[in-house]
T-cell receptor, first 114, second 114 residues
Framework: AQSVAQPEDQVNVAEGNPLTVKCTYS??????LFWYVQYPNRGLQFLLK??????LVKGSYGFEAEFNKSQTSFHLKKPSALVSDSALYFC????????????FGKGTRLSVIA | ETGVTQTPRHLVMGMTNKKSLKCEQH?????MYWYKQSAKKPLELMFV???????ENNSVPSRFSPECPNSSHLFLHLHTLQPEDSALYLC?????????????FGSGTRLTVV
């Protein structure tokens, strides 16, 4: 069975500093990997995904993520954090084959401090 | 707006009440999902409908009853809930179940059981 681990419940970063939100996964075969963001009182919004090709994926709002197959990780990064980036971030995974639904991690709350 | 609309946004119900949550999408998607979001827990997949047929039911108690009358509408009927059922209930849709497309989420229904 597939699973996602987001080891940090909370990440605090100063505005203007780089940020990293960690994600590791377990799945049979090669994965599709996703990051979503959730603002207060809203649903999850798609940020970016890894399908194939370049291991560095660029997404919305200046975010990027790097797929590392050997470490089974897909960490979310941004070079310079904004206060408006403060939100709840979810990593999700599913295997390439079959009809398995996306499996989500428990989320990491990012707080960017001015 | 994401194209997935959930109503109501907030619901308070007693343990003996019957209520329904509604989800509507006009994205042309053919798969729809119900997720339960509780604090500091991974998103819990409850039900999956593909082409209006229920394809997954993750051991959800029978007090939750889904209904998918057509590919654009999904309901979650609630009956004799418990206080621990209080959570944010998220609906999502996707174009195909086993693809590399992500999910589009609604804003959720915040349910409080008293």
């Amino acid at each position: 069975a597939q699973s996602v681990a987001q080891p940090e419940d909370q990440v605090n970063v100063a505005e203007g500093n780089p940020l990293t939100v960690k994600c590791t996964y377990s799945v049979s075969g090669n994965p599709y990997l996703f990051w979503y963001v959730q603002y207060p009182n809203r649903g999850l919004q798609f940020l970016l995904k890894y399908i194939t090709g370049d291991n560095l994926v660029k997404g919305s709002y200046g975010f990027e993520a790097e797929f590392n197959k050997s470490q089974t990780s897909f960490h979310l990064k941004k070079p310079s954090a904004l206060v408006s980036d403060s939100a709840l971030y979810f990593c999700a995974v599913r295997p390439r084959s079959g009809n398995t639904p996306l499996v989500f991690g428990k989320g990491t709350r990012l707080s960017v401090i001015a | 707006e994401t194209g997935v609309t959930q109503t109501p946004r907030h619901l308070v119900m007693g343990m003996t009440n019957k209520k329904s949550l509604k989800c509507e999408q006009h994205l042309g998607h053919n798969a729809m999902y119900w997720y339960k979001q509780s604090a500091k827990k991974p998103l819990e997949l409850m039900f999956v409908y593909s082409l209006e047929e229920r394809v997954e039911n993750n051991s959800v108690p029978s007090r939750f009853s889904p209904e998918c009358p057509n590919s654009s509408h999904l309901f979650l009927h609630l009956h004799t809930l418990q206080p621990e059922d209080s959570a944010l209930y998220l609906c999502a849709s996707s174009q195909g179940q086993g693809t590399n497309y992500g999910y589009t989420f609604g804003s959720g229904t915040r349910l409080t059981v008293v």
